[in-house]
């Protein structure tokens, strides 16, 4: 699984892709991307498989819910799992 990110600076290193990427790793083909912006209509969650075969999620993040939270590393482990358990 290869997960990145789109977030504010002030919150970027809340969000901890190394830690959600180990968690999934048996998960092969998969690619996350993390949205964490002040704007919330900046950019809408999306699902697609490229040409390589690769399912693609785009996850939008509340930014107001990182900015007050110590450790999100949770929440976003439980939004992934959720997320593929919609497509298996």
């Known amino acids: 699984m290869e997960v990145t990110t789109i977030v504010e600076k002030d919150v970027a290193d809340k969000i901890d ?3 959600v990427s180990a968690q999934f790793s048996h998960v092969p ?23 390589q075969g690769n399912h693609n999620f785009i996850i939008r993040v509340p930014y107001d819910l990182v900015q007050r939270s110590n450790d999100v590393r949770a929440i976003l482990v439980a939004i992934v799992q959720e997320r593929l358990n919609k497509v298996a």
């Open 17 to 19: 892709i190394q830690y």
């Open 29 to 51: 083909n998969v690619g996350i991307v993390f949205l964490c912006t002040k704007d919330e209509n900046d950019q809408e969650e999306d699902e697609w498989i490229d040409d």
